[in-house]
C-alpha cells in the first residue's frame, strides 16, 4: 500500500486529538454525577455546586489546566430528549407596545382602557382585542383612537391622520403590534444564538404574541431569565448632587414624618376604644428608656433612618428597603418640594456589588420634561467585553455619528458643571463618571462590579438590540429529558452489548481479521465523537440511532471486503493480491 506510513502517523495523531477532546467530557459527566450525588434530589443545591467550581482548576493534564466552565463548554452537547434543559415561554406586553406607540400618553381615559384591559383579559384572549373593547367602554364614543392625545402623534403620524375612524386605526395598530412582536422574536434568536447552549429551540406560538424558548443542557435559570427578558433600555443621564436639591430631601423627609405621625395617631384613636392593658404600657415605656438608640433612629424620620452613608457622597440604602423609598419619593406631595431647577429630577438605584454588599446608591437623575434620556441606546452601533484602565471586566460601545455629537454635548456640560454622567441600563445605574472635557469620537465604556460572564451577556444584549417590549415570562421549569434516564441508559447500554457481540461474531468468524475489523470500528466511533465535541455538535436521540447504523454500515463493508477476499484465495491468489 502506497504511503502506509504517512497514514498511520495521521490515524494516530486524530485519535490523540480526539480522546483528548472526549477527556473533556468524562471529566464533566463525573463532575456532573458528583453534583447529583452531593445534592441528593435537591435541583438548586445541585446548580450551587456546579457553579462553586466553574472558575475552579478540575482538570490538569501537566502542560495545561481547566477549569470547570472552560471543560462545560468541549464536552459533547446533548440535546433536550437525552439531557433536559430549560423551558421558557415569553409573552410580549403588548400593553407597553401601546404605550410606545401613543408616546406615553397620559390620557386618563387611554389609561384606563388599559389597565381595565388588563384586568377584563379572558385567559388567551388577544391583548389588542381586549384594549379595544375596554377603549370603547371608557370613551363611550367622545374619544377617538386617532385623537392627538393618543394615536396621532410624532410616533405615527406618517401613518395615522386625525380624520381617521376607530377602525382604520385599529388595523395600523394589529400591524403595529405584529411588527413588534416579530422584532422581539429576531432579539431574543439573536441573543439566544450568543447565549452558547446546543441547538436552542425558539418558535413564536400562533398570533398570540407568546414564544417558546427551549435551551438544552442549561440549568441556570436566573440567568437566562435575565438574559431573555431584559429589554436592554440603554440610557445616558447627567446627574445632579444632592446640595443642587437644596433641602429638598430634608423637607421630604419632615412631611413623611408628620404624614405617618398622623396616620398612627388616626390607629391610635381608633385603638383606644378597646380596654388597654395598663402594664404592657409601662412595659413599652421602660422598654424606651433600656434602648434610647432606637428612638433615636425612629425620630430621624422616614428617608433618614434607614439611610446610610454612600462611598461617592450619596444616600444608600439596603436592598430590602429600597422599593419603601420608591414610594416615597413618587409621592406627588413630596415631589412638588424639588425646586424648580430639578422639578424633572428621576431617582435611580445602583448596581449591586460584591464590596458594599446589600446596600445601593441612589442616584438624582436630571429628568426632561417628556421623561426621555438626552442620549439613547439606539445610538450604540457595536459592544465589545473588555477591560478597563484597573483590569476589571467593562464592556466597550462605539455610537454613531449622531450619537457621537450628543455624547460629545453632553460630556461637555458635564465637564462644565462638575457632574457625573451615568449609564443606565434598565433603570439601574451601571456607571457614573465625572468628565473633564467633552468627549468626541462616539467611544464609551461601562465598568463597574462585574463579572466575565456578566460582561458577555451585556455584549450579547447590546449587539443583539433591545426588546421593542418587556418580555414577561408566562411559564419556565427546568425540564428534564423526555425519555426519563432509565430509557437513556438502556438504551446506551442495548448499543453497548449489540456493540460487543458484533465484535466478538467478527473475532470468532474471521480470527485476526476480525480484530482489525474490531479497532477500525472503535477508531471509527472515537473519531466521530472526537469530532462531534470539537465542533460543538449535538447527541440526540435520532442521533445514537444514526451511529449505530453507522457502526452497522462499517461492520457490513468489511464483511462484503473479507468475503471477496476469500473468494480470491480460493481460487489461488496469494493473500497479499487477493486483499
Request: glycine residues 8%; contains cysteine; aromatic residues 8%.
Amino acid at each position: 500500500m502506497q504511503n502506509k506510513g504517512l497514514i498511520k502517523f495521521f490515524a494516530i495523531i486524530f485519535t490523540i486529538a480526539c480522546i483528548y477532546q472526549l477527556s473533556f467530557t468524562f471529566v464533566a459527566n463525573g463532575i456532573a454525577k458528583d453534583a447529583k450525588e452531593f445534592a441528593k434530589g435537591d435541583s438548586q443545591k445541585e446548580l450551587d455546586y456546579l457553579k462553586s467550581l466553574k472558575k475552579k482548576e478540575v482538570l490538569n493534564l501537566g502542560f495545561a489546566s481547566f477549569t470547570y466552565e472552560e471543560i462545560e463548554k468541549q464536552q459533547i452537547n446533548k440535546g433536550l430528549d437525552l439531557e433536559g434543559g430549560i423551558n421558557v415561554t415569553l409573552e410580549v406586553s403588548v400593553k407597553d407596545v401601546l404605550k410606545t406607540l401613543s408616546n406615553n400618553s397620559n390620557n386618563p381615559t387611554f389609561n384606563k382602557a388599559l389597565t381595565r384591559a388588563t384586568a377584563e383579559r379572558q385567559g388567551n384572549q388577544d391583548y389588542l382585542d381586549a384594549f379595544f373593547d375596554a377603549f370603547a367602554k371608557e370613551s363611550q364614543g367622545t374619544l377617538k383612537l386617532a385623537s392627538p392625545e393618543i394615536f396621532y402623534n410624532r410616533n405615527l403620524s406618517d401613518e395615522i391622520q386625525s380624520n381617521m375612524s376607530d377602525d382604520q386605526v385599529k388595523v395600523i395598530l394589529k400591524r403595529k403590534v405584529a411588527e413588534s412582536i416579530e422584532s422581539a422574536y429576531k432579539v431574543l434568536t439573536k441573543r439566544i444564538d450568543k447565549f452558547g447552549v446546543a441547538q436552542p429551540n425558539i418558535q413564536k406560538i400562533g398570533e398570540t404574541g407568546r414564544i417558546l424558548v427551549e435551551l438544552p443542557g442549561a440549568k441556570d435559570l436566573d440567568r437566562v431569565e435575565k438574559l431573555l427578558s431584559s429589554t436592554a433600555q440603554l440610557e445616558f443621564w447627567e446627574t445632579l448632587r444632592p446640595e443642587e436639591l437644596g433641602n429638598f430631601f430634608t423637607a421630604a423627609n419632615e412631611a413623611l414624618k408628620v404624614s405617618e405621625k398622623k396616620a398612627t395617631t388616626k390607629v391610635a384613636t381608633v385603638d383606644t376604644t378597646k380596654a388597654v392593658d395598663a402594664k404592657s404600657k409601662v412595659n413599652d415605656l421602660l422598654a424606651d428608656k433600656k434602648d434610647p438608640a432606637k428612638k433615636a433612629t425612629q425620630d430621624l424620620g422616614p428617608l433618614f433612618e434607614k439611610a446610610v452613608p454612600g462611598p461617592s457622597g450619596l444616600y444608600a440604602y439596603n436592598v430590602k428597603d429600597t422599593a419603601r423609598i420608591n414610594s416615597y419619593l413618587k409621592r406627588a406631595d413630596i415631589r412638588a418640594l424639588l425646586p424648580a431647577t430639578a422639578s424633572y429630577a428621576k431617582f435611580a438605584w445602583g448596581k449591586t456589588n460584591d464590596k458594599l454588599g446589600d446596600i445601593v446608591e441612589l442616584y438624582i437623575l436630571k429628568g426632561t420634561s417628556d421623561g426621555v434620556a438626552p442620549l439613547l441606546g439606539g445610538a450604540v452601533t457595536d459592544a465589545s467585553a473588555d477591560f478597563d484602565q484597573f483590569g476589571k471586566p467593562a464592556v466597550s460601545m462605539q455610537m454613531n455619528p449622531v450619537g457621537s455629537r450628543k455624547w460629545e454635548q453632553l460630556t461637555g456640560d458635564i465637564a462644565k458643571k462638575g457632574n457625573q454622567v451615568c449609564i443606565v441600563l434598565d433603570n439601574i445605574v451601571y456607571s457614573a463618571a465625572t468628565a473633564k472635557a467633552a468627549i468626541s469620537g462616539g467611544q464609551t465604556q461601562i465598568s463597574g462590579s462585574f463579572t466575565l460572564e456578566e460582561t458577555a451577556d451585556l455584549e450579547n444584549v447590546l449587539r443583539a438590540g433591545k426588546l421593542p417590549a418587556k418580555a414577561e415570562i408566562v411559564q419556565k421549569a427546568v425540564v428534564g429529558p423526555s425519555l426519563g434516564q432509565e430509557a437513556i441508559d438502556n438504551g446506551i447500554l442495548s448499543s453497548l452489548i449489540g456493540l460487543l457481540l458484533v465484535s466478538f461474531w467478527m473475532i470468532f468468524y474471521y480470527g485476526r481479521a476480525g480484530w482489525y475489523a474490531n479497532v477500525a470500528l472503535i477508531l471509527n466511533l472515537v473519531l466521530l465523537f472526537g469530532a462531534m465535541a470539537n465542533f460543538g455538535f449535538v447527541l440526540t436521540l435520532p442521533g445514537i440511532a444514526g451511529i449505530v447504523l453507522t457502526m452497522g454500515t462499517a461492520v457490513d463493508a468489511n464483511i462484503i471486503i473479507y468475503e471477496r477476499a476469500k473468494e480470491e484465495l480460493r481460487a489461488g491468489l496469494s493473500l497479499e493480491n487477493a486483499v
